[in-house]
């Protein structure tokens, strides 16, 4: 086996072992509101990051510019609105 590949599956398994323990300490702490802000708020932070480090802003800037309605439409489409 790739040992490589190997300590990167055993790192992905402890840092998932620990979300369950996070969460808890997490919500004790803060409001699932604020809870899932911040999920929101990282998310666009790392995916924003990786997409600038791979060159690929610029054009998703672009597509969000030529058709904003597209983005808004795949968004309802994957998680409807809470009611």
């Known amino acids: 086996m ?17 979300v369950a323990s996070a969460f808890k300490l997490t919500l004790s702490l803060v409001t ?4 899932l802000w911040l999920a929101v708020a990282t998310g666009v932070v ?3 990051a990786a997409a600038w ?3 690929k802003l610029q054009p998703a800037w ?10 808004c439409y795949w968004r309802f489409l994957i998680q409807p609105p809470i009611t």
Do not use: D, E, Y
């Open 46 to 48: 790392i995916l924003g």
């Open 32 to 35: 699932p509101l604020q809870m």
């Open 62 to 71: 672009q597509l969000l510019k030529q058709s904003p309605g597209f983005f």
């Open 2 to 18: 790739n040992r490589k590949a190997f300590l990167l599956a055993m790192c992905v398994v402890l840092m998932w072992s620990t």
């Open 53 to 55: 480090k791979q060159q």
